[in-house]
């Protein structure tokens, strides 16, 4: 949670982007990417040098005695013109060239920055843009993710470029049911924004935070007045410090648990920075088409049995051309969809014993082609599949209205009773506008999730009229493996008692020579 100042100044830089001529949502939250990320360069630079000058201690320089003037403290001292020739002409090459080193900056630079243009046309407007992201609270590591988590929800009131985002809120529930802990390895193979990456990351940081190391901020509005609940409560910024991770855990943490694939090199930037802002020092991701042979080639640990826990939305809709799909995964699906080849991949993808939570179409659930059927038998009968939970078909509105479910699963073992869930509200509306609302069910799914009882599976207590309960494997092979809720949920239906035919009739009789008796009575008046 961010202060309404804050919010405040970043809906200001936004309006000037796009009254700049800059309209496409992702390029603003990229050049803005960029910007921040120069200033941050240079922040770390100066906490460099002044450990030196304190302790004598030794570290690999971001700029060299030639590139001095293109730090940030430099930077933005620059007239208009000057300014914009440097960004430009030398900036942006600075950004693009390999960086050999070991340090953050080179790590992500090798892999994101080498594609790095400046798109703002205007002088005017990259003056602008410099002054406000001088003025952001970068410095502040509590709330850099929560900055770039609210420059990131923009893309949900921007056009089409939403639907590259789960709604934060869906990604927490199952964030939660997937409980990682410190010593994870986590995966997302359609990465996107990173959304996954950095939930799970803050949820690890509150999991491991002692009471002690919890602070509060009050949140006070642009002009200085608390904000306050719908009870009168002044809001409060509530920060978790992760006090209780170890040196070895912090390191596993900043180098080897976040991991995550995309082959849009722009949204790799984003995510990236997401990351970093979130305070991942060294998140591994990387520009790769991960249903491709060659993933397998590049990073064969990654893409077999490397993973603990894969967290994914990949895309709903699309077909590939068989040549280029790896041809393990065809092995498992013989598909050219694109929803039935990711979660083939997902299989692959997880260590034995590891598990996925993974949003997909409905259609995968009930499909009856072969590769659906196919895909279907390999979670059953060769993977314990533990929970389909069926979503509102509104959760992904205004950009998409398809129906989807949570399909979790572990990697290894057989099934014997899959548990079902039916998600009627996410606590938003669920047309268009998706305002927030009373009626959630999320924690209700979590709290029964984690306290599910497969011992109740063959016994009354699974009623299958509730919102939760329990399907034999027997039951779904014999339905051609079908995972469909509607197909297994039983209605009970109400008997209504209805007025006899003749009784309304006679009614409707009474109330017509009541009408035409008040039109002759009218008629008379004139």
């Known amino acids: 949670m961010i202060t309404g100042q804050l919010k405040s100044k970043i809906d200001k830089l936004w309006e000037e982007f796009w009254t700049g001529g800059i309209t496409n949502p992702l390029t603003v939250i990229e050049q803005i990417t960029f910007l921040m990320y120069a200033r941050m360069l240079d922040m770390n630079e100066q906490a460099d040098e002044k450990r030196f000058a304190r ?32 960004v430009k002409d030398e900036l942006f090459p600075y950004f693009s060239k390999a960086n050999d080193d070991e340090s953050t900056e080179g790590a992500i630079f090798n892999e994101f920055m080498k594609d790095a243009q400046l798109m703002i046309q205007k002088q005017s407007l990259l003056v602008k843009a410099v002054e406000m992201v001088n003025d952001l609270p970068l410095e502040n590591s509590d709330t850099k993710g929560d900055l770039y988590e609210y420059l990131l929800s923009k893309l949900t009131t921007a056009g089409i470029n939403g639907q590259f985002r789960t709604p934060r809120h869906i990604i927490r529930a199952m964030v939660e049911m997937m409980d990682p802990d410190k010593n994870s390895r986590i995966c997302d193979p359609s990465t996107g924004t990173g959304g996954f990456l950095s939930v799970s990351y803050e949820y690890l940081l ?200 949570i399909l979790i699963f572990t990697k290894g073992g057989t099934t014997d009773h899959v548990w079902f869930y039916d998600v009627q509200a996410d606590g938003f509306s669920l047309d268009d506008k998706r305002t927030p609302i009373k009626d959630n069910d999320l924690p209700d799914l979590v709290a029964q999730f984690k306290a599910r009882d497969k011992a109740i599976a063959e016994t009354e207590a699974n009623d299958k009229t509730q919102k939760a309960f329990w ?34 009739l006679s009614k409707l009789v009474a109330l017509e020579n009541e009408i035409l008796a008040e039109l002759k009575e009218l008629e008379g008046m004139l």
């Open 55 to 86: 302790i004598k201690k030794p570290f690999t320089r971001r700029f060299n005695d030639n590139e001095q003037h293109l730090r940030w403290q430099n930077l933005r001292h620059l007239g208009a013109e000057e300014l914009y020739k440097v």
């Open 206 to 405: 509150e999991k491991y935070t002692s009471p002690e190391g919890i602070e509060r901020e009050p949140l006070f509005d642009v002009d200085g007045k608390p904000l306050l609940d719908s009870n009168g409560k002044q809001l409060e910024n509530v920060l978790y410090s992760g006090d209780l991770i170890d040196e070895d855990a912090r390191k596993h943490i900043d180098t080897d648990m976040f991991h995550g694939f995309d082959f849009d090199a722009t949204m790799l930037r984003v995510a990236a920075m997401n990351l970093v802002m979130h305070g991942i020092k060294q998140p591994d991701i990387h520009y790769q088409d991960t249903l491709s042979q060659s993933f397998l080639e590049k990073f064969p640990a990654e893409a077999k049995e490397g993973m603990e826990i894969i967290l994914a939305n990949p895309p709903f809709k699309g077909s590939l051309d068989e040549e280029d799909v790896c041809p393990e995964i065809l092995r498992k699906v013989k598909t050219k969809k694109t929803e039935l080849l990711f979660v083939a991949l997902i299989e692959r993808m997880l260590r034995i014993g590891g598990r996925s939570a993974t949003i997909v179409p409905d259609g995968v659930l009930f499909g009856s082609s072969n590769a659906h059927q196919q895909l279907r038998k390999l979670l059953v009968d060769n993977n314990q599949l533990e929970a389909v939970i069926s979503l509102p078909s509104g959760v992904f509105k205004p950009y998409a209205g398809v129906s989807t479910a």
């Open 471 to 504: 399907v034999s494997k027997e039951d779904i092979t014999s339905n051609k493996y079908d995972l469909s809720i509607n197909r297994y949920k039983e209605v009970v239906y109400e008997e209504e008692q209805y007025e006899a035919p003749k009784l309304i």
